[in-house]
C-alpha cells in the first residue's frame, strides 16, 4: 500500500524522536562506486590455500555498505564469510543487528538471521526472522514486522511472511501481510506495495470508510499507478451500501507545452434510481509557442440530481450549471485575440428555458493598448463579436466596438487620468424577437471620465518604524443616455454593488447594456504598515457614488434609479496582538437609512492546529448567518474540532460538526460527526467519518482531514 512520505533519519519525527542507532567503527570514506571488498581487523590468521580466521573486530565495507561483527571466518574456496553473534551492516538508507551473518562475495549476497532493521529514510523498523541483501541493492525479508513507531512502542506493525525492497524503485512489496492495530488485525491482504522513499510509486492509497443518509455505507480504496514521469492515473473502486459499486477514475498528464487531466465516474445500475448514471470531466492546456494558448475545460454528468445524490460538498451539489468551454488565444506587447466556444449543461430544475444561459458559438474578441503613443496618449481598443444560440427566446449575434484614448499625468504622488471612449454594439440575425421589434439593432455611445488618485505617507505618531497612508480616489464618468429598450439581453446582469464595482463605468456587467450616468465615484483609504518589512496592520476604506442625474437604462423588469448617492460603503482590515484578525464589511443604504450588508470575521491562529474563527454574515432579506469553528488542542495528544453555522433568516442549522483527534508519534485518529444541507432544494444529510492514520504507512478511513480543512478557516491537518 502506498506510503505517505515521512521524516529522513535523524530529524524528530511528528515530535517524537528518531532512534539512535550504534554507530559503526570509524572507517575511510567509501566510494559508492568502488565495487572491491575492503576489509579492516584487529586481529587475523590467513591461510593462503584455505581463507582466514578474523578476531578482535572485523569490518567488511563494499562502496558505502560496511558489515561489522566481532569476528569471523573467510572459505577461499566458496569466497564465504561466516560472521559471529553481534554484526551490525549499514548503508546509506539500512541500518541491520542481526545474530549472525553469511556473506558471499562471488555472489555479492549478504544473509543476516535474527535481524532488527531500521530504513532510514521513512524512517521505519522492524524485525525479521531472515534478511538478505543483493549486489543490486535489492533486500529480502522473511518472517518480518514493519512499523514507525519507535522502539518500545509497538501500537501499530505490518506483518508479512515475506517482503521485498527495491531501493532504486524505493518500493517495498509484502505478501501475506496483516496490519495489527493495538494488538488487533485491522487488515489482511495476499499482496501489498508501500514507498520507502518520498518518490510516486504505483499502490494502494488513502482506504476510506463513512456513512451518509444518502449513500449509507461507503468504502473506497484508490490504486495509484504511476505509469510514467509526466502521467499518471488513479482507479478508485467506490462502494455505496444504498447505491452499489461505482468506478471512479482519474488520469493526469504533462508534456513539454501540454498538460491535463481527465475524471470519469460510472455508476451502473443505481440501487435507489435503477440509472445508470456517469461523470466525465476534462481539463488541458497547451502552450503552442509565439504566445499561443489553448485551453478545454468541461464536465458532463448522467442527471441533474447526480452531485447531490453522490457527493458530500455543499460547494458541489449547490451547482446551477456545469460549463464547457474551448478558448485559443495569444496574448503579445501590444495586442489580444480570443477565439472561445462555450456551453453548460444546466442542472438547477427550477430554471425555466429563459433563465438558462446561452451557447456562445462562437466567441471573437481582440484588444490592443498601445501605452504612450502618438500625442503622448494611450490608445485602446476592443472588439469582440459573439455568436449566442439558445433552444429558446431570442437568439443571434452581437458585434460590439470600443476605441478609446487617456491621458495619463503624474505630479508629486498625485495621477490623473482623463479618458474618452466611444462603444459601439450592433445586433445581426435576431430571430424568435417580439412582434414589431427590429431584428438589426445598434447604439451608439460616448463614455467620459476622469480618474485622480495620490498616495500620501507619514510616520505613525508613537509607533516607532510605522507608516500610515491616505489614498483617497475620485473618478467622474459621463455617460448620456441612450434607448436600449428594443436590445436583446444575452449575458448581462446588474452585479452587487461593492468596492469593486465602485470605479466601474458601466454599471452592468455585460455587453448588452451601457447604464447613462452622470456620476462622481469617491473612495478613501488608509493602511498602517511596518516600514520595515511591510507587513500591514491596518487598512480602512471608505466609498460612495454621487448621482447628478437620474439613470433611466435598465434591463426588462428592471426600475430606474433616481437617486442622489449610492449606498455608503465601508471595509476594516485588522491585524493585532500577533494572532488576531478582523474583517468588516458594511453597506449603508442613506436613504432607507437601513443596512444592506453587512459580514465581519474575527480569527485566533496560533498555528495550524490552535484556530478559532467566529463570522457573521448579512444580506437584507437574503441572509443573516452566524458561523463560529475552531480547532483546539486539550492536552498533548488530543484536541477537538468543530463548526456550527446557523441561519439566523431561516431559523436552521445549515452545517454542523464536531469532533475528536488523537496523535502520538506514529498513529492518529479522528472521528468527526457532520449534519448540513446537501441540496439546492434545502435537503439535509448527515455523515460520519473515522480516519485512522498510520503515520509512515497510511491513512484508513474516510478523508476527515480534508472535511476539516475546508469547514475551519485556517486549520491544517498534520
Same mark, same amino acid.
Given at each position: 500500500?502506498? $506510503?505517505?512520505?515521512?521524516?529522513?533519519?535523524?530529524?524528530?519525527?511528528?515530535?517524537?524522536?528518531?532512534?539512535?542507532?550504534?554507530?559503526?567503527p570509524?572507517?575511510p570514506a567509501? #566510494?559508492p562506486?568502488?565495487?572491491?571488498?575492503?576489509?579492516?581487523?584487529?586481529?587475523a590468521?590467513?591461510?593462503?590455500?584455505s581463507?582466514?580466521?578474523?578476531?578482535?573486530?572485523?569490518?567488511?565495507?563494499?562502496?558505502?555498505?560496511?558489515?561489522?561483527a566481532?569476528?569471523?571466518?573467510?572459505?577461499?574456496?566458496?569466497?564465504?564469510?561466516?560472521l559471529?553473534?553481534?554484526?551490525?551492516?549499514?548503508?546509506?538508507?539500512?541500518?541491520?543487528?542481526?545474530?549472525?551473518?553469511?556473506?558471499?562475495?562471488?555472489?555479492?549476497r549478504?544473509?543476516?538471521?535474527?535481524?532488527?532493521?531500521?530504513?532510514?529514510?521513512?524512517?521505519?523498523?522492524?524485525?525479521?526472522?531472515?534478511i538478505e541483501?543483493?549486489?543490486?541493492?535489492?533486500?529480502?525479508?522473511r518472517?518480518v514486522?514493519?512499523?514507525?513507531c519507535a522502539?518500545?512502542?509497538?501500537?501499530?506493525?505490518?506483518?508479512?511472511?515475506?517482503?521485498?525492497?527495491?531501493?532504486?524503485?524505493?518500493?517495498?512489496? $509484502?505478501?501475506?501481510?496483516?496490519l495489527?492495530?493495538?494488538?488487533v488485525?485491522?487488515l489482511?491482504t495476499?499482496?501489498?506495495?508501500y514507498?520507502?522513499?518520498?518518490?510516486?510509486t504505483?499502490g494502494f492509497?488513502?482506504?476510506?470508510?463513512?456513512?451518509s443518509?444518502?449513500?449509507?455505507?461507503e468504502?473506497?480504496?484508490?490504486?495509484?499507478?504511476n505509469?510514467?514521469p509526466?502521467?499518471?492515473?488513479?482507479?478508485?473502486?467506490r462502494?455505496m451500501?444504498?447505491?452499489?459499486?461505482?468506478?471512479?477514475?482519474?488520469?493526469?498528464y504533462?508534456?513539454p507545452?501540454?498538460?491535463?487531466?481527465?475524471?470519469?465516474?460510472?455508476?451502473?445500475?443505481?440501487?435507489?434510481?435503477?440509472?445508470?448514471?456517469?461523470? +466525465?470531466?476534462?481539463?488541458?492546456?497547451?502552450?503552442?509557442?509565439?504566445?499561443?494558448?489553448?485551453?478545454l475545460d468541461?464536465?458532463?454528468v448522467?442527471?441533474?440530481?447526480?452531485?447531490?445524490?453522490?457527493?458530500?460538498s455543499?460547494? $458541489? *451539489?449547490?451547482? &446551477?450549471?456545469?460549463?464547457r468551454?474551448?478558448?485559443?488565444?495569444r496574448?503579445?506587447?501590444l495586442?489580444?485575440?480570443?477565439?472561445?466556444?462555450?456551453?453548460?449543461?444546466?442542472?438547477?430544475?427550477?430554471?425555466?428555458?429563459?433563465d !438558462?444561459?446561452y451557447?456562445?458559438?462562437?466567441?471573437?474578441?481582440?484588444?490592443?493598448?498601445?501605452?504612450?503613443?502618438?500625442?503622448?496618449?494611450?490608445?485602446?481598443?476592443?472588439?469582440?463579436?459573439?455568436?449566442?444560440?439558445r433552444?429558446?427566446?431570442?437568439?443571434?449575434?452581437?458585434?460590439h466596438?470600443a476605441?478609446g484614448?487617456?491621458?495619463?499625468?503624474?505630479?508629486?504622488?498625485?495621477?490623473?487620468?482623463?479618458?474618452?471612449?466611444?462603444?459601439?454594439?450592433?445586433?445581426y440575425?435576431? !430571430?424568435?424577437?417580439?412582434?414589431?421589434?427590429?431584428?438589426?439593432?445598434?447604439?451608439?455611445?460616448?463614455?467620459?471620465?476622469?480618474d485622480?488618485g495620490?498616495?500620501?505617507?507619514?510616520g505613525?505618531?508613537?509607533?516607532?518604524g510605522?507608516?500610515q497612508?491616505?489614498?483617497?480616489?475620485?473618478?467622474y464618468?459621463?455617460?448620456?443616455?441612450?434607448?436600449?429598450?428594443d436590445l436583446?439581453? +444575452? #449575458? &448581462?446582469?446588474?452585479?452587487?454593488f461593492?468596492?469593486?464595482?465602485?470605479?466601474?463605468?458601466?454599471?452592468?456587467?455585460g455587453?448588452?447594456?451601457?447604464?447613462?450616468?452622470?456620476?462622481?465615484?469617491?473612495g478613501?483609504?488608509?493602511?498602517?504598515?511596518?516600514a520595515?518589512?511591510?507587513?500591514?496592520?491596518? *487598512?480602512?476604506?471608505?466609498?460612495? &457614488?454621487?448621482? +447628478?442625474?437620474?439613470?433611466?437604462? &435598465?434591463?426588462?423588469?428592471?426600475?430606474?434609479? #433616481?437617486?442622489?448617492?449610492?449606498?455608503?460603503?465601508?471595509?476594516?482590515?485588522?491585524?493585532?496582538?500577533?494572532?488576531?484578525?478582523?474583517?468588516?464589511?458594511?453597506?449603508?443604504?442613506?436613504?432607507?437609512?437601513?443596512?444592506?450588508r453587512?459580514q465581519?470575521r474575527?480569527?485566533?491562529?496560533? #498555528?495550524g492546529?490552535?484556530?478559532a474563527?467566529?463570522?457573521?454574515?448579512?444580506?437584507?432579506?437574503?441572509?443573516?448567518?452566524?458561523?463560529?469553528?475552531?480547532?483546539?488542542?486539550?492536552?498533548?495528544?488530543?484536541?477537538?474540532?468543530?463548526?456550527?453555522d446557523?441561519?439566523?433568516?431561516?431559523?436552521?442549522v445549515?452545517e454542523r460538526?464536531?469532533?475528536?483527534?488523537?496523535?502520538n508519534?506514529?498513529?492518529?485518529?479522528?472521528?468527526?460527526y457532520?449534519?448540513?444541507?446537501?441540496?439546492?432544494?434545502?435537503?439535509?444529510?448527515?455523515a460520519?467519518?473515522v480516519?485512522l492514520?498510520?503515520?509512515?504507512?497510511t491513512?484508513?478511513?474516510?478523508?476527515a482531514?480534508?472535511?476539516?480543512e475546508?469547514?475551519?478557516?485556517?486549520?491544517?491537518?498534520d
Amino acid at each position: 500500500m502506498a $506510503a505517505e512520505p515521512a521524516a529522513p533519519a535523524g530529524r524528530l519525527l511528528l515530535g517524537c524522536p528518531v532512534d539512535a542507532l550504534p554507530e559503526v567503527p570509524d572507517l575511510p570514506a567509501g #566510494d559508492p562506486l568502488d565495487q572491491r571488498i575492503e576489509i579492516f581487523t584487529g586481529r587475523a590468521e590467513v591461510d593462503l590455500d584455505s581463507g582466514a580466521l578474523f578476531e578482535n573486530d572485523v569490518s567488511i565495507r563494499r562502496g558505502e555498505a560496511v558489515l561489522t561483527a566481532p569476528g569471523g571466518r573467510y572459505d577461499r574456496a566458496t569466497g564465504r564469510f561466516d560472521l559471529e553473534d553481534g554484526l551490525r551492516y549499514r548503508d546509506p538508507v539500512t541500518a541491520v543487528d542481526g545474530r549472525d551473518a553469511t556473506f558471499d562475495a562471488q555472489a555479492g549476497r549478504l544473509r543476516i538471521d535474527g535481524a532488527q532493521y531500521h530504513v532510514l529514510t521513512v524512517p521505519a523498523r522492524g524485525s525479521a526472522g531472515t534478511i538478505e541483501i543483493e549486489r543490486d541493492r535489492q533486500l529480502h525479508l522473511r518472517d518480518v514486522s514493519y512499523t514507525t513507531c519507535a522502539t518500545g512502542d509497538e501500537d501499530w506493525l505490518l506483518r508479512a511472511g515475506r517482503i521485498d525492497i527495491n531501493r532504486d524503485t524505493g518500493i517495498a512489496t $509484502a505478501r501475506n501481510a496483516r496490519l495489527v492495530f493495538m494488538g488487533v488485525p485491522i487488515l489482511y491482504t495476499p499482496w501489498i506495495a508501500y514507498p520507502v522513499t518520498n518518490e510516486r510509486t504505483t499502490g494502494f492509497l488513502l482506504p476510506a470508510l463513512g456513512r451518509s443518509e444518502s449513500r449509507g455505507v461507503e468504502f473506497q480504496i484508490p490504486y495509484y499507478l504511476n505509469l510514467a514521469p509526466n502521467y499518471d492515473a488513479t482507479l478508485t473502486p467506490r462502494y455505496m451500501s444504498q447505491r452499489g459499486l461505482e468506478l471512479l477514475s482519474e488520469f493526469r498528464y504533462l508534456w513539454p507545452g501540454h498538460s491535463g487531466e481527465i475524471a470519469a465516474e460510472y455508476l451502473p445500475n443505481d440501487d435507489t434510481t435503477g440509472d445508470d448514471r456517469y461523470l +466525465f470531466g476534462w481539463e488541458h492546456q497547451s502552450h503552442l509557442g509565439r504566445g499561443w494558448r489553448a485551453t478545454l475545460d468541461g464536465e458532463a454528468v448522467s442527471d441533474t440530481r447526480y452531485f447531490e445524490d453522490l457527493y458530500g460538498s455543499l460547494s $458541489a *451539489t449547490s451547482q &446551477t450549471h456545469l460549463e464547457r468551454i474551448l478558448e485559443i488565444e495569444r496574448y503579445a506587447d501590444l495586442w489580444s485575440v480570443l477565439a472561445r466556444f462555450q456551453s453548460f449543461e444546466t442542472l438547477d430544475e427550477s430554471l425555466v428555458g429563459a433563465d !438558462k444561459p446561452y451557447r456562445r458559438a462562437p466567441q471573437l474578441a481582440a484588444g490592443m493598448y498601445l501605452p504612450d503613443g502618438l500625442l503622448g496618449l494611450d490608445w485602446r481598443l476592443d472588439g469582440d463579436f459573439t455568436v449566442f444560440e439558445r433552444n429558446t427566446g431570442t437568439t443571434g449575434s452581437r458585434l460590439h466596438l470600443a476605441p478609446g484614448i487617456a491621458l495619463p499625468m503624474e505630479y508629486r504622488g498625485l495621477r490623473i487620468e482623463p479618458a474618452v471612449a466611444v462603444t459601439h454594439t450592433a445586433y445581426y440575425d435576431l !430571430k424568435n424577437r417580439d412582434p414589431g421589434v427590429g431584428e438589426d439593432p445598434s447604439r451608439s455611445t460616448p463614455v467620459w471620465s476622469v480618474d485622480a488618485g495620490a498616495v500620501f505617507e507619514r510616520g505613525a505618531r508613537g509607533t516607532g518604524g510605522w507608516l500610515q497612508t491616505l489614498e483617497p480616489r475620485i473618478q467622474y464618468v459621463h455617460i448620456p443616455f441612450s434607448a436600449q429598450d428594443d436590445l436583446p439581453v +444575452f #449575458d &448581462t446582469i446588474e452585479p452587487d454593488f461593492n468596492m469593486v464595482q465602485l470605479f466601474r463605468r458601466n454599471r452592468f456587467l455585460g455587453l448588452d447594456r451601457i447604464g447613462d450616468t452622470d456620476q462622481l465615484n469617491i473612495g478613501l483609504t488608509s493602511r498602517v504598515i511596518d516600514a520595515d518589512d511591510g507587513t500591514q496592520y491596518l *487598512t480602512a476604506t471608505v466609498g460612495q &457614488t454621487r448621482f +447628478f442625474s437620474s439613470q433611466d437604462v &435598465t434591463l426588462p423588469g428592471g426600475d430606474r434609479i #433616481d437617486s442622489n448617492s449610492s449606498d455608503w460603503l465601508a471595509e476594516l482590515g485588522l491585524n493585532f496582538r500577533r494572532n488576531w484578525k478582523l474583517d468588516l464589511g458594511y453597506q449603508w443604504n442613506n436613504e432607507d437609512s437601513n443596512t444592506q450588508r453587512a459580514q465581519g470575521r474575527l480569527q485566533y491562529r496560533r #498555528d495550524g492546529r490552535h484556530v478559532a474563527n467566529l463570522a457573521y454574515r448579512y444580506r437584507r432579506d437574503e441572509v443573516e448567518e452566524i458561523d463560529v469553528s475552531a480547532a483546539w488542542p486539550l492536552s498533548a495528544r488530543w484536541s477537538a474540532v468543530g463548526r456550527y453555522d446557523y441561519s439566523l433568516l431561516e431559523d436552521e442549522v445549515l452545517e454542523r460538526f464536531v469532533g475528536i483527534e488523537y496523535q502520538n508519534c506514529c498513529w492518529g485518529l479522528r472521528l468527526v460527526y457532520r449534519n448540513y444541507v446537501a441540496s439546492r432544494s434545502g435537503e439535509k444529510d448527515s455523515a460520519i467519518a473515522v480516519q485512522l492514520v498510520l503515520k509512515g504507512l497510511t491513512n484508513v478511513g474516510d478523508s476527515a482531514d480534508r472535511l476539516l480543512e475546508r469547514g475551519i478557516l485556517g486549520y491544517e491537518a498534520d
